[in-house]
Protein backbone atom coordinates (compact mmCIF):
# COMPACT_ATOMS: atom_id res chain seq x y z
CA UNK A 1 0.00 0.00 0.00
CA UNK A 2 2.76 2.27 1.23
CA UNK A 3 4.76 1.72 -2.05
CA UNK A 4 1.87 2.69 -4.23
CA UNK A 5 0.95 6.03 -2.58
CA UNK A 6 4.40 6.62 -2.66
CA UNK A 7 4.00 6.29 -6.51
CA UNK A 8 1.10 7.91 -6.86
CA UNK A 9 2.62 11.01 -4.58
CA UNK A 10 5.68 11.43 -7.08
CA UNK A 11 3.22 11.31 -9.89
CA UNK A 12 1.58 14.07 -8.43
CA UNK A 13 -1.80 11.91 -8.15
CA UNK A 14 -3.93 13.24 -4.57
CA UNK A 15 -5.57 10.09 -2.72
CA UNK A 16 -8.40 10.45 -0.72
CA UNK A 17 -8.77 8.39 1.46
CA UNK A 18 -11.76 6.83 3.72
CA UNK A 19 -11.08 4.49 6.68
CA UNK A 20 -13.93 1.84 8.05
CA UNK A 21 -14.48 -1.29 9.57
CA UNK A 22 -16.06 -3.32 7.00
CA UNK A 23 -19.78 -4.24 6.33
CA UNK A 24 -20.39 -0.94 4.07
CA UNK A 25 -23.65 0.90 3.85
CA UNK A 26 -25.04 3.90 2.40
CA UNK A 27 -23.13 5.88 4.93
CA UNK A 28 -19.74 4.48 4.32
CA UNK A 29 -20.57 5.19 0.43
CA UNK A 30 -21.40 8.29 1.10
CA UNK A 31 -17.80 9.12 2.15
CA UNK A 32 -16.25 7.74 -1.02
CA UNK A 33 -18.40 10.00 -2.87
CA UNK A 34 -17.30 12.94 -0.78
CA UNK A 35 -13.53 11.65 -1.22
CA UNK A 36 -14.15 11.30 -5.24
CA UNK A 37 -15.46 14.72 -5.61
CA UNK A 38 -12.45 15.88 -3.31
CA UNK A 39 -9.61 14.33 -5.83
CA UNK A 40 -11.26 14.44 -9.01
CA UNK A 41 -11.39 11.80 -11.92
CA UNK A 42 -7.65 12.17 -11.69
CA UNK A 43 -7.24 11.67 -8.03
CA UNK A 44 -7.24 8.00 -6.65
CA UNK A 45 -9.79 7.14 -4.04
CA UNK A 46 -8.49 4.34 -1.33
CA UNK A 47 -11.01 2.74 1.05
CA UNK A 48 -9.66 0.43 4.40
CA UNK A 49 -11.42 -2.40 5.66
CA UNK A 50 -9.72 -3.41 9.48
CA UNK A 51 -11.75 -4.16 12.49
CA UNK A 52 -8.96 -2.85 14.65
CA UNK A 53 -8.59 -5.07 17.64
CA UNK A 54 -6.80 -1.97 20.00
CA UNK A 55 -10.12 0.18 19.65
CA UNK A 56 -12.42 -3.09 21.44
CA UNK A 57 -12.07 -3.49 25.39
CA UNK A 58 -12.37 -7.53 25.97
CA UNK A 59 -15.85 -7.04 26.95
CA UNK A 60 -16.74 -5.65 23.45
CA UNK A 61 -17.93 -7.32 20.03
CA UNK A 62 -14.46 -7.59 18.15
CA UNK A 63 -15.27 -11.16 17.62
CA UNK A 64 -18.48 -11.30 16.54
CA UNK A 65 -18.27 -7.42 14.40
CA UNK A 66 -19.99 -8.17 11.34
CA UNK A 67 -18.18 -8.53 8.11
CA UNK A 68 -18.78 -9.38 4.58
CA UNK A 69 -15.67 -8.93 2.64
CA UNK A 70 -17.44 -10.18 -0.71
CA UNK A 71 -20.25 -7.74 -0.43
CA UNK A 72 -17.65 -5.01 0.56
CA UNK A 73 -15.74 -5.62 -2.38
CA UNK A 74 -18.78 -5.46 -4.55
CA UNK A 75 -19.97 -2.26 -2.95
CA UNK A 76 -16.78 -0.15 -3.30
CA UNK A 77 -16.32 -1.38 -7.22
CA UNK A 78 -19.80 -0.02 -7.59
CA UNK A 79 -18.86 3.27 -5.75
CA UNK A 80 -15.55 3.48 -7.43
CA UNK A 81 -13.11 2.95 -5.10
CA UNK A 82 -9.44 2.99 -6.80
CA UNK A 83 -8.13 0.34 -3.94
CA UNK A 84 -9.88 -1.36 -0.89
CA UNK A 85 -7.31 -1.88 1.29
CA UNK A 86 -7.53 -4.73 3.58
CA UNK A 87 -4.80 -5.25 6.39
CA UNK A 88 -4.24 -8.02 8.61
CA UNK A 89 -3.39 -7.80 12.39
CA UNK A 90 -0.13 -9.03 12.01
CA UNK A 91 0.84 -6.08 9.12
CA UNK A 92 -1.03 -3.13 11.21
CA UNK A 93 0.57 -4.55 14.78
CA UNK A 94 4.25 -5.85 13.95
CA UNK A 95 5.55 -8.28 16.63
CA UNK A 96 8.55 -10.09 14.77
CA UNK A 97 9.65 -13.01 16.93
CA UNK A 98 7.01 -12.19 19.49
CA UNK A 99 8.25 -9.15 20.93
CA UNK A 100 4.93 -7.63 22.22
CA UNK A 101 3.85 -4.53 20.04
CA UNK A 102 4.26 -1.11 22.10
CA UNK A 103 3.84 2.06 20.27
CA UNK A 104 0.63 3.77 20.33
CA UNK A 105 -0.83 7.00 19.69
CA UNK A 106 -2.30 8.97 22.74
CA UNK A 107 -4.86 12.60 22.50
CA UNK A 108 -5.29 13.30 26.18
CA UNK A 109 -8.56 15.96 26.55
CA UNK A 110 -10.93 15.14 23.76
CA UNK A 111 -10.61 11.19 24.58
CA UNK A 112 -11.35 11.77 27.99
CA UNK A 113 -15.64 12.47 27.85
CA UNK A 114 -17.88 10.92 26.48
CA UNK A 115 -17.46 7.50 24.71
CA UNK A 116 -13.84 7.66 26.21
CA UNK A 117 -15.50 7.24 29.76
CA UNK A 118 -17.49 4.33 28.46
CA UNK A 119 -14.80 2.83 26.33
CA UNK A 120 -11.61 4.31 28.24
CA UNK A 121 -9.33 2.40 25.40
CA UNK A 122 -11.41 3.03 22.38
CA UNK A 123 -9.92 6.06 21.49
CA UNK A 124 -6.04 5.14 22.22
CA UNK A 125 -7.06 2.76 19.66
CA UNK A 126 -8.59 4.58 17.08
CA UNK A 127 -5.90 7.69 16.83
CA UNK A 128 -3.20 4.73 16.68
CA UNK A 129 -4.45 2.80 13.83
CA UNK A 130 -5.72 6.09 12.05
CA UNK A 131 -1.90 7.12 12.16
CA UNK A 132 -0.65 4.26 11.08
CA UNK A 133 -3.22 3.93 8.21
CA UNK A 134 -2.42 7.82 6.98
CA UNK A 135 1.37 6.65 6.97
CA UNK A 136 0.53 3.91 4.52
CA UNK A 137 -2.13 5.32 2.81
CA UNK A 138 -0.42 9.13 2.07
CA UNK A 139 -4.06 10.18 1.76
CA UNK A 140 -4.23 14.25 0.75
CA UNK A 141 -7.81 14.41 1.90
CA UNK A 142 -9.64 11.81 4.22
CA UNK A 143 -13.29 11.68 5.00
CA UNK A 144 -14.89 10.66 8.61
CA UNK A 145 -18.98 10.36 9.49
CA UNK A 146 -20.06 12.98 11.30
CA UNK A 147 -22.21 10.21 12.75
CA UNK A 148 -19.39 9.69 15.08
CA UNK A 149 -19.11 13.28 15.71
CA UNK A 150 -16.25 12.73 18.86
CA UNK A 151 -13.93 10.97 17.01
CA UNK A 152 -14.11 13.05 13.67
CA UNK A 153 -13.18 15.70 16.65
CA UNK A 154 -10.19 13.79 17.76
CA UNK A 155 -8.69 12.96 14.30
CA UNK A 156 -9.22 16.89 13.19
CA UNK A 157 -7.28 17.36 16.69
CA UNK A 158 -4.54 14.71 15.99
CA UNK A 159 -3.82 15.76 12.27
CA UNK A 160 -3.28 19.20 13.78
CA UNK A 161 -1.00 18.75 16.77
CA UNK A 162 0.93 15.96 15.06
CA UNK A 163 1.26 17.87 11.61
CA UNK A 164 -0.06 15.11 9.06
CA UNK A 165 -0.16 17.08 6.06
CA UNK A 166 -3.73 15.77 5.58
CA UNK A 167 -7.20 17.32 5.07
CA UNK A 168 -9.86 16.17 7.50
CA UNK A 169 -13.59 16.24 5.85
CA UNK A 170 -16.19 15.34 8.43
CA UNK A 171 -19.45 14.47 6.10
CA UNK A 172 -22.68 14.34 7.33
CA UNK A 173 -24.73 11.67 9.07
CA UNK A 174 -27.03 9.24 6.65
CA UNK A 175 -30.19 7.82 8.33
CA UNK A 176 -32.67 5.14 7.43
CA UNK A 177 -36.00 6.51 6.12
CA UNK A 178 -37.73 6.49 9.58
CA UNK A 179 -34.35 8.47 11.07
CA UNK A 180 -31.94 6.06 12.71
CA UNK A 181 -28.51 6.86 11.74
CA UNK A 182 -26.89 3.75 9.84
CA UNK A 183 -24.52 1.84 11.20
CA UNK A 184 -23.10 -1.56 11.23
CA UNK A 185 -24.14 -2.70 14.25
CA UNK A 186 -27.75 -1.95 13.30
CA UNK A 187 -27.74 -5.60 11.84
CA UNK A 188 -27.51 -7.09 15.51
CA UNK A 189 -31.34 -5.53 16.38
CA UNK A 190 -33.97 -7.83 17.07
CA UNK A 191 -37.16 -6.87 15.05
CA UNK A 192 -38.84 -5.94 18.70
CA UNK A 193 -35.62 -3.84 19.36
CA UNK A 194 -35.84 -2.11 15.96
CA UNK A 195 -38.33 0.23 16.34
CA UNK A 196 -37.48 1.34 19.75
CA UNK A 197 -33.98 2.05 18.17
CA UNK A 198 -35.85 5.56 16.80
CA UNK A 199 -35.76 6.34 20.10
CA UNK A 200 -31.97 8.15 19.64
CA UNK A 201 -32.74 10.53 16.50
CA UNK A 202 -36.37 11.16 18.10
CA UNK A 203 -34.13 12.61 21.03
CA UNK A 204 -32.20 14.81 18.49
CA UNK A 205 -35.39 15.90 17.10
CA UNK A 206 -37.20 16.71 20.42
CA UNK A 207 -34.18 18.70 21.97
CA UNK A 208 -34.23 20.68 19.09
CA UNK A 209 -37.92 21.35 19.37
CA UNK A 210 -37.23 21.98 22.82
CA UNK A 211 -34.76 24.72 21.87
CA UNK A 212 -36.74 26.22 19.08
CA UNK A 213 -39.19 26.75 21.57
CA UNK A 214 -37.60 28.15 24.61
CA UNK A 215 -37.23 32.19 25.08
CA UNK A 216 -33.64 31.38 27.02
CA UNK A 217 -31.15 28.70 27.38
CA UNK A 218 -32.25 25.72 28.67
CA UNK A 219 -30.25 24.48 31.66
CA UNK A 220 -28.57 21.12 30.29
CA UNK A 221 -29.11 18.66 33.33
CA UNK A 222 -33.37 19.41 33.26
CA UNK A 223 -32.98 18.47 29.54
CA UNK A 224 -31.32 15.57 29.86
CA UNK A 225 -33.42 14.38 32.40
CA UNK A 226 -36.66 15.02 30.36
CA UNK A 227 -35.01 13.23 27.37
CA UNK A 228 -33.24 10.14 29.12
CA UNK A 229 -36.84 9.82 30.29
CA UNK A 230 -38.21 9.73 27.19
CA UNK A 231 -35.55 7.24 25.72
CA UNK A 232 -36.11 4.82 28.81
CA UNK A 233 -39.69 4.92 28.38
CA UNK A 234 -38.72 1.97 25.43
CA UNK A 235 -38.48 -1.03 27.35
CA UNK A 236 -34.95 -2.56 25.62
CA UNK A 237 -33.75 1.18 25.61
CA UNK A 238 -30.60 2.29 28.61
CA UNK A 239 -28.88 5.46 28.26
CA UNK A 240 -25.20 5.17 28.66
CA UNK A 241 -24.51 8.78 28.33
CA UNK A 242 -26.23 11.78 27.05
CA UNK A 243 -24.39 14.93 26.83
CA UNK A 244 -24.85 18.62 25.63
CA UNK A 245 -21.34 20.06 24.77
CA UNK A 246 -19.32 23.31 22.74
CA UNK A 247 -19.09 20.53 19.19
CA UNK A 248 -15.11 22.44 18.40
CA UNK A 249 -13.91 21.40 22.14
CA UNK A 250 -16.30 19.13 23.29
CA UNK A 251 -16.48 20.84 26.33
CA UNK A 252 -19.94 20.41 28.15
CA UNK A 253 -22.59 23.41 28.22
CA UNK A 254 -24.67 23.73 31.45
CA UNK A 255 -27.00 25.63 29.22
CA UNK A 256 -28.37 24.64 26.15
CA UNK A 257 -29.23 26.65 23.18
CA UNK A 258 -29.09 26.73 18.98
CA UNK A 259 -25.15 25.86 18.39
CA UNK A 260 -24.70 23.19 21.08
CA UNK A 261 -24.05 19.77 20.17
CA UNK A 262 -25.90 16.89 21.35
CA UNK A 263 -24.63 13.66 21.94
CA UNK A 264 -25.66 9.83 23.32
CA UNK A 265 -24.93 6.68 23.83
CA UNK A 266 -27.77 4.03 24.19
CA UNK A 267 -28.44 0.47 24.81
CA UNK A 268 -31.02 -0.89 22.81
CA UNK A 269 -30.77 -4.75 24.41
CA UNK A 270 -27.04 -6.11 24.21
CA UNK A 271 -26.41 -3.57 21.23
CA UNK A 272 -25.27 -0.15 21.80
CA UNK A 273 -26.09 3.17 19.64
CA UNK A 274 -25.09 6.64 19.42
CA UNK A 275 -26.19 9.09 17.82
CA UNK A 276 -25.56 12.96 17.65
CA UNK A 277 -26.89 16.14 16.05
CA UNK A 278 -26.13 20.13 16.40
CA UNK A 279 -29.25 21.80 18.05
P1 LIG B 1 -17.07 2.32 10.83
O1 LIG B 1 -16.90 1.34 9.73
O2 LIG B 1 -18.37 2.21 11.54
O3 LIG B 1 -15.88 2.40 11.73
O4 LIG B 1 -17.16 3.74 10.13
C1 LIG B 1 -16.22 4.16 9.18
C2 LIG B 1 -16.49 5.59 8.82
O5 LIG B 1 -17.83 5.72 8.32
C3 LIG B 1 -16.40 6.54 10.03
O6 LIG B 1 -15.82 7.76 9.61
C4 LIG B 1 -17.85 6.72 10.40
O7 LIG B 1 -18.11 7.94 11.06
C5 LIG B 1 -18.51 6.70 9.04
N1 LIG B 1 -19.94 6.37 9.16
C6 LIG B 1 -20.49 5.31 9.81
N2 LIG B 1 -21.83 5.37 9.76
C7 LIG B 1 -22.14 6.50 9.08
C8 LIG B 1 -23.36 7.14 8.69
N3 LIG B 1 -24.55 6.62 9.01
N4 LIG B 1 -23.29 8.30 8.00
C9 LIG B 1 -22.10 8.83 7.68
N5 LIG B 1 -20.91 8.28 7.99
C10 LIG B 1 -20.92 7.14 8.68
Given amino acids: MQRLARRWQSERIPVGFVPTMGYLHAGHLSLVKRARKEVGAHGKVVLSIYVNPTQFAPTE ?3 KYPRDLQGDLRRCREAGVDVVFVPSDAEMYPQPAGE ?3 TYVLEENLSRRMEGVSRPIHFRGVTTVV ?3 FNLVLPRVAVFGAKDFQQATIIRRMVRDLHFPIKIIVA ?8 LAKSSRNKYL ?8 LALSQAIQAAREQVRQAARPLPAAKLKALLTRQIQAHPAARVDYLEFFN ?3 LEPASQVAPGVQM ?3 VFMGKTRLIDNGLL
Fill in 263 to 265: AMA
Fill in 190 to 197: SPAERPQA
Fill in 172 to 179: PTVRENDG
Fill in 247 to 249: PRT
Fill in 131 to 133: AKL
Fill in 61 to 63: DLA
Fill in 100 to 102: AYS
